[in-house]
């Protein structure tokens, strides 16, 4: 049986999210401290970043907080690649090899396998997680279900710099 308090675990994975969204610092510092946790603590993950609805451009994402191998990759109209797609079908994806994607950006040839789950508030798309894998189906259904959570715990804080970024 697995110990609850055991990296990797659902639990584990929860209780750490939690204490890193509710710890001291502003908004950007915190989303980095959970890109950084994601990055190093779930399996698989090779990349964590943040992708942030442009509040002064229609339709546009721009690269927020990430950890990993820096990405061309700074700003992605919607509909273009899966983070895109996610963006304006609203929609979770789960790409298990992203080779066969028509619609791939590619940031990097190691990459696999993508899960990109949106972020949400008062009923909008503000901007989304995206993880990537350097194994193909790199990432599962629990994937999904943990991080459509943390989607929604980190509602507010996305939102903060979303209007920072509005107001710069």
Not at 9 to 38: K, P, V
Not at 117 to 137: K, T, Y
Request: hydrophobic fraction near 35%.
């Amino acid at each position: 049986m697995t110990d609850i308090h055991e990296p990797g675990t659902d639990s584990f994975m929860r209780a750490e999210l939690s204490r890193i969204i509710e710890s001291d610092g502003n908004s950007e510092q915190l989303l980095q401290d959970i890109c950084d946790f994601l990055y190093e603590n779930m399996e698989n993950c090779d990349w964590a970043g943040f992708y942030l609805v442009d509040p002064s451009i229609d339709d546009e994402l721009f690269l927020g907080p990430f950890a990993g191998e820096p990405t061309e990759h700074v700003r992605i109209e919607f509909g273009t690649g899966i983070c895109g797609q996610a963006a304006s079908t609203e929609k979770t994806f789960i790409i298990t090899d992203v080779g066969s994607e028509s619609n791939y950006l590619s940031c990097s040839a190691k990459v696999k396998s993508e899960i990109v789950v949106p972020v949400f508030h008062m009923g909008a798309v503000i901007g989304e997680i995206d993880l990537d894998s350097h194994v193909h189906d790199g990432f599962s259904d629990e994937n999904r279900i943990l991080l459509e959570w943390l989607a929604r715990r980190t509602s507010e804080l996305t939102e903060i710099i979303r209007q920072r970024a509005a107001e710069s």
